[in-house]
């Protein structure tokens, strides 16, 4: 789940606590805040079933603050309901039964009132806790209070990827939000490309800060020479490879790939539309005229794949992408930047742009450990290192993250087919 760094040897300053409790109440505030457009009906729809309704995700990034701080540290605390401990655990099998992943959408009761009821209830509790922790504890308290807040900023994304495949499932194309922040008119100029040189690089968290715990440990790795490309694909570029028979043309796509558009007809990323008019993409702004400068998004990693084939390059390695992120700033198109929508860079950068926010950028990498990896002891352990299997890395960020939850070693992943995340791509080849 985080990398829990050791037990410190000083117990932590007022001001510490201070900060960590603001921070607590800051992050708690921005998942009531992604919610508020909301209607009633909209908190209990399971679209399908990678997706969680709203309320589910509300009440189960409480749960985690009440099952793994207060139950263990907050001497007298008393659960509201006893019964949410299994409703609202997600896959936690060391701590207690979760409730089966696919019948989220069946949870009509506790209502939505309930949930903020149970939210309003840790909260108050929590700051009680942080307000006096007890001294023994204080550090691992701490420690755990920051893999909340991260774990909450996940599935604030979460929260954002879900509510637009559920408002995506209805004719009408409902708006989240029409106060959104329009793109910039930009236009791309072609791809050009960086190059980097051979040699043994260092991947991974060096240490100082969070960290999940699959971005440890820190270690050696050899990169060929190789080039990245400047900026990710663009809608524009994607729509080449559509003309050209890109979805029906055998030999540029995996085995399993080939599989899965033969059965499910896909023809173009997932929430494209198109009509007499031309084409549409499904945003949280609603229906909207598909910004042919904007980086292709909602794509599989089988489609992703696919296009770097057909345009002569292929995806980059997660070592390839973390050795041109490292040196970079961290800025780019974030929630924070209230687009919720990938937009074309429009900022001059040194370097590649856009490597950090607007979409998780697919790679050539198998979700798999790094040499010497130990997932953390107890419950906690089970977040990261058990689906290291299946599944594909993704880096960067994109534009439902939160800022600084974000860093050059943050290793996102999903499975090849999914195409609900705001997933795109940036391409590489040999140099």
């Not at 108050?124 to 504890?137: I, S, T």
């Amino acid at each position: 789940m985080g990398n829990l760094a050791e037990p410190r040897a000083q117990q932590p300053a007022l001001a510490e606590l201070d900060y960590l409790l603001q921070r607590f109440r800051q992050v708690r505030a921005t998942s009531e805040a992604i919610c508020a457009p909301l209607q009633i009906e909209d908190y209990v729809i399971q679209s399908m079933p990678d997706v969680s309704p709203p309320k589910w995700h509300l009440a189960h990034i409480s749960w985690f603050f009440e099952a793994f701080l207060l139950k263990p540290y907050l001497k007298g605390y008393k659960p509201l309901n006893d019964a949410y401990d299994h409703l609202f655990n997600s896959y936690y099998e060391t701590h207690s039964t979760p409730f089966p992943r696919t019948q989220r959408g069946l949870i009509s009761r506790p209502g939505v009132e309930d949930v903020y009821r149970f939210r309003q209830h840790v909260d108050r509790a929590m700051g009680e806790l942080l307000v006096n922790p007890p001294q023994q504890h204080a550090a691992e308290i701490m420690r755990r209070v920051e893999l909340g807040l991260q774990h909450e900023q996940q599935h604030q994304e979460l929260l954002l990827m879900d509510i637009k495949h559920i408002l995506a499932q209805n004719p009408l194309h409902p708006t989240y939000r029409s106060d959104l922040k329009p793109a910039p008119v930009v236009h791309n100029d072609r791809i050009r490309w960086h190059d980097y040189a051979e040699g043994v690089y260092h991947i991974g968290h060096a240490g100082g800060g969070f960290a999940f715990d699959c971005e440890t440990p820190r270690h050696r790795q050899f990169v060929e020479a190789f080039q990245l490309a400047d900026r990710p694909v663009s809608n524009r570029e994607y729509l080449s490879f559509i003309a050209d028979g890109g979805y029906a043309r055998s030999d540029l796509w995996l085995s399993d790939g080939w599989a899965l558009i033969r059965q499910y007809g896909w023809n173009a990323p997932f929430y494209w539309h198109r009509d007499e008019n031309g084409w549409y993409e499904m945003t949280l702004s609603g229906l909207q005229p598909l910004d042919l400068e904007a980086p292709v998004c909602h794509v599989s990693f089988y489609e992703a794949d696919a296009y770097a084939r057909w345009a002569g390059a292929r995806l980059p390695t997660e070592a390839e992408w973390e050795v041109a992120a490292t040196d970079q700033p961290r800025r780019g198109n974030f929630l924070e930047n209230d687009h919720l929508q990938p937009v074309a860079a429009s900022i001059p950068h040194p370097g590649p742009a856009q490597l950090f926010g607007d979409v998780w950028e697919w790679t050539a990498s198998a979700y798999r450990p790094y040499p010497g990896f130990r997932p953390l002891e107890g419950s906690l352990g089970e977040y990261n290192g058990k689906f290291m299997s299946g599944q594909m890395v993704l880096r960067g960020g994109c534009c439902a993250t939160p800022e600084a939850h974000i860093r050059a070693t943050y290793r996102n992943f999903f499975q090849p087919a999914m195409r609900w995340q705001f997933a795109g791509l940036r391409l590489a080849r040999e140099l």
